[in-house]
């Protein structure tokens, strides 16, 4: 099992440029996150989504799109980067609800938006 | 929204001292959890508490969920130079939200040898 792989480690972008982050889960969970973390402050929240098909928002989805058309995949859009989007990206999986003994984190994308 | 306030944000200690830190928060929550990140790596679960009042260890790492709901503590004895990182609390309820985590802001801890 490779757990949570996600892609790139890193990247640079400018304002206003798109691009997608990868990430992939090889242990059929249902259950995958995206959580950005800034300096000093815990993880947040981006979109969710608890299958294949089924996504949703959570507490800063805004300038972030999200799909889930595999249960391996679940890649994270930046369709415009702003400078405020600079952070450090983690994918997350688990099995169902509840179970964060069995929830793995990746080991993230650190972003620059310039 | 729902918070967590962690404390203390920092601490510097001799390898060898027990180590305390707490979370606390006014909402009620049904799990926390607590994790370690090291640098330049996702977080990883150290100890999930389910139950209001359980007290469970791993290792030289004790948790417990409070009784009101609202808080949780961890304490790690007898540090080590490994234990360096950053510790998170997190917590969730099952109410309405898929059981999303919420974060504390952590606490960065160093281990002079």
């Known amino acids: 099992n490779a757990g949570v792989t996600q892609t790139p480690k890193f990247q640079v972008l400018k304002t206003g440029q798109s691009m997608t982050l990868q990430c992939a889960q090889d242990?059929?969970?249902?259950?995958m996150s995206w959580y950005r973390q800034d300096p000093g402050m815990g993880l947040r929240l981006i979109h969710y989504s608890v299958g294949a098909g089924i996504t949703d928002q959570g507490e800063v989805p805004n300038g972030y799109n999200v799909s889930r058309s595999t249960t391996e995949d679940f890649p994270l859009r930046l369709l415009s980067a702003a400078p405020s989007q600079t952070s450090v990206y983690f994918c997350a999986s688990r099995p169902r609800q509840g179970a964060y003994n069995e929830q793995f984190f990746g080991p993230g994308t650190r972003l620059t938006v310039l | 929204g729902q918070q967590l306030n962690q404390s203390p944000q920092s601490m510097f200690i001799q390898e060898g001292e027990d180590v305390s830190m707490n979370c606390t928060s006014s909402s009620i929550f049904n799990t926390w959890l607590w994790y370690k990140q090291d640098p330049g790596e996702g977080p990883v679960l150290l100890i999930a508490?389910?139950?209001?009042?359980e007290l469970t260890s791993n290792g030289r790492l004790t948790a417990q969920f409070g009784i009101t709901r609202k808080d949780s503590f961890l304490n790690i004895s007898a540090s080590i130079p490994s234990d360096v990182g950053i510790y998170f609390c997190?917590?969730?309820?099952?109410?309405?939200?898929?059981?999303?985590?919420?974060f504390g802001k952590g606490t960065k801890l160093s281990v002079k040898p």
């Open positions: 997190a917590a969730m309820n099952y109410g309405g939200s898929q059981g999303n985590l919420i």
């Open positions: 242990m059929n969970h249902e259950y």
């Open positions: 508490l389910y139950k209001a009042g």
